[in-house]
């Protein structure tokens, strides 16, 4: 069964500082990658995603993702953290042969952007 | 905008009573789920519904129902809740393309039972 492993549970990390947030995934059949955020007292909300092509995706406040195929990763950067950026961020993988039900999610990163 | 809203944001709850969550969304999504989501533990899903009065079990169905009469409802039933039951309950929503598609989170309920 799929897996999703976000290796720190917690990251810490001062204003303007870069931060990588780490995500491995159990298989190596095509996928789709999600990242959603979920800011205090909120929903969750995407944050990017990777279906084909590119293996570098952005979203609109900074953040990308590289997807790395052959180290079954989807880790999240961004070069400049702002207090904002504090949420909880989850990594998700979703098997095209399940038809989007069983997306599977990581336990989730708390980032801490301190001032 | 998708608006997905759940009924309550916080309940509280004795242990066996009878519990029903709410969820709404505006979009004509073909798609709800249910997840509970836990420290350390991410979400799980519970239940999902891929057209009305249609259900499947997610990963932790155990102690729960639920209900989907009209498209853009979908309810989670406790039928009697217990204290593990203590959690955030998240509804969601997608289109039915499959895979690829986002899922639009409501903001959650926080059900407590003691």
């Known amino acids: 069964a799929q897996s999703v492993t976000q290796l720190d549970s917690q990251v810490p990390v001062f204003e303007e500082a870069p931060v990588e947030l780490r995500c491995n995934y159990s298989s190596s059949v095509s996928v789709y990658l999600f990242w959603y955020v979920q800011y205090p007292n909120q929903g969750l909300q995407l944050l990017l995603k990777?279906?084909?092509?590119?293996?570098l995706v952005e979203s609109i406040n900074g953040f990308e993702a590289e997807f790395n195929k052959s180290q079954t990763s989807f880790h999240l950067r961004k070069p400049s953290v702002h207090i904002s950026d504090t949420a909880e961020y989850f990594c998700?993988?979703?098997?095209?042969?399940?038809?989007?039900?069983?997306?599977?999610f990581g336990a989730g990163t708390r980032l801490f952007v301190k001032a | 905008d998708v608006k997905v809203t759940q009924s309550s944001r916080y309940l509280v709850k004795r242990t066996g009573e009878k519990v029903f969550l709410e969820c709404v969304q505006d979009m004509d999504h073909e798609n709800m789920f249910w997840y509970r989501q836990d420290p350390g533990l991410g979400l799980r899903l519970i239940y999902f519904s891929y057209d009305v009065k249609m259900k499947e079990k997610g990963d932790i169905p155990e102690g729960y129902s639920v209900s989907r009469e009209k498209k853009e409802r979908f309810s989670l039933i406790l039928e009697s809740a217990s204290t593990n039951q203590t959690s955030m309950y998240l509804c969601?929503?997608?289109?039915?393309?499959?895979?690829?598609?986002?899922?639009?989170f409501g903001p959650g309920t926080r059900l407590l039972v003691l």
């Open positions: 990777y279906l084909s092509g590119s293996t």
């Open positions: 998700a993988v979703s098997d095209p042969k399940t038809g989007g039900f069983k997306t599977i």
């Open positions: 969601a929503s997608s289109l039915a393309q499959g895979a690829k598609e986002t899922q639009y």
